[in-house]
């Protein structure tokens, strides 16, 4: 988890507030990391450094991470999974009309 601070050249940067990496956990590639948004959540918390949201790839952003979050008064910033069971498209799903070559 990383904290950033976004300001202008004019304003003050509150240095009570890291800007800086304020979380690491390493997991081994084949486990998921869906799970690991409340640890780090929980984590920062207790030092006083928790983000007022985060900023998360597709794995973070499930309802129920967001509503996790939420009641640790985190905002969850992620893309929305599409369907799991969507029908695949292909080549054979497509007719076509006429092939021209210049």
Do not use: W
């Not at 990496?21 to 780090?40: F, K």
């Not at 991470?65 to 985190?74: F, P, R, T």
């Amino acid at each position: 988890m990383e904290t950033y601070q976004p300001h202008d050249d004019d304003e003050q940067v509150d240095k009570t507030k890291p800007n800086l990496i304020t979380y690491v956990d390493v997991e081994q590639a084949h486990e998921a990391d869906e799970h690991a948004l409340e640890p780090a959540i929980d984590n920062t918390q207790s030092r006083g450094c928790a983000p007022d949201e985060a900023l998360c790839d597709t794995s973070y952003g499930s309802d129920d991470n967001v509503q996790k979050a939420k009641k640790e008064g985190v905002d969850v910033i992620a893309p929305v999974k599409g369907p799991t069971n969507s029908p695949a498209t292909n080549l054979k799903d497509f007719t076509l009309d006429a092939i021209r070559f210049t």
